[in-house]
């Protein structure tokens, strides 16, 4: 399997859920993915996370609390060093912001954003806001996730 091959050549292979891995491994390997696979994969990967991670805030029933818990859930799946956040805002009642200045690029994160709007309220949509990208060097990406 394609995946396996990546995991292998980061040092990543038979990766136990139960422990933690340095994060520049799952970095390196995103990198890679990216550029032989494309970003479109990125995105991919990032919509599976939503179902495939362990540790994550229980309660969790709507899109709102899905954005207001994403910084929770990223620390209870990292830690140590200096590793960013995602900052949520509520704009108004439809629509949401999240703010991410953490090292992971900005096409997974996208995907990230799809996969909880495809769980908890397929109408909506998200968008990344202008000026700042990670994909472009830059610091911080933010999204804006709007209700239909």
Excluded: W
């Amino acid at each position: 399997m394609l995946a396996e091959k990546f995991y292998e050549k980061n040092n990543t292979k038979g990766i136990d859920v139960n422990k933690f891995y340095p994060q520049q491994a799952y970095l390196d390997m995103l990198r890679q993915i990216s550029d032989q696979l494309g970003e479109a994969t990125l995105l991919r990967i990032g919509e599976m996370i939503i179902d495939n991670t362990k540790r994550r805030p229980s309660g969790v029933n709507t899109l709102e609390k899905a954005l207001a818990t994403i910084n929770d859930a990223y620390m209870m799946n990292h830690r140590g060093g200096e590793i960013g956040s995602y900052r949520y805002e509520k704009i108004d009642d439809k629509t949401y912001k999240m703010t991410c200045d953490n090292p992971y690029p900005c096409a997974f994160y996208m995907g990230i954003m799809r996969g909880i709007i495809k769980k908890f309220s397929p109408s909506a949509a998200v968008r990344h806001a202008e000026g700042e990208c990670r994909a472009k060097g830059e610091s911080r990406c933010t999204y804006v996730v709007t209700l239909r």
